[in-house]
């Protein structure tokens, strides 16, 4: 409907949107203290770092199969899917480069 998929009962859906833009706006502290080692990461609060890495953890938390772990990895017709033989975590829409 209006290019959003139609679910079926009993499933979730969960938006992914808010969680990477509030990963996108906090990409400095990955590269100034996560990634590589620089003095103007040092700068930076504990606070800032918790904050980042709190919303990585919701992200890939948001992006895992709850059953198998995964995530959705596998390319199906119109989504990636989880490992889960039935009933899997989908990752929608499908964006080929
Ligand atoms: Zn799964």
Known sequence: VHGHPVLPN????????????????LT?????????????????SNSDVRTF????????????????????????DDHRSCRCPKYQTQLRPLNRP
């Open 28 to 44: 400095f502290i990955r590269n100034e203290v996560g990634a590589h080692f620089s003095p103007s990461g040092a700068d930076l």
């Open 53 to 76: 890495g709190e919303a990585v953890l919701a992200f890939a938390q948001a992006l895992s199969c709850p059953t198998c772990g995964y995530l959705p990895q596998k390319e199906r």
């Open 10 to 25: 009993n499933w979730s859906e969960i938006q992914l949107n808010d969680l990477f833009q509030t990963i996108n706006g």
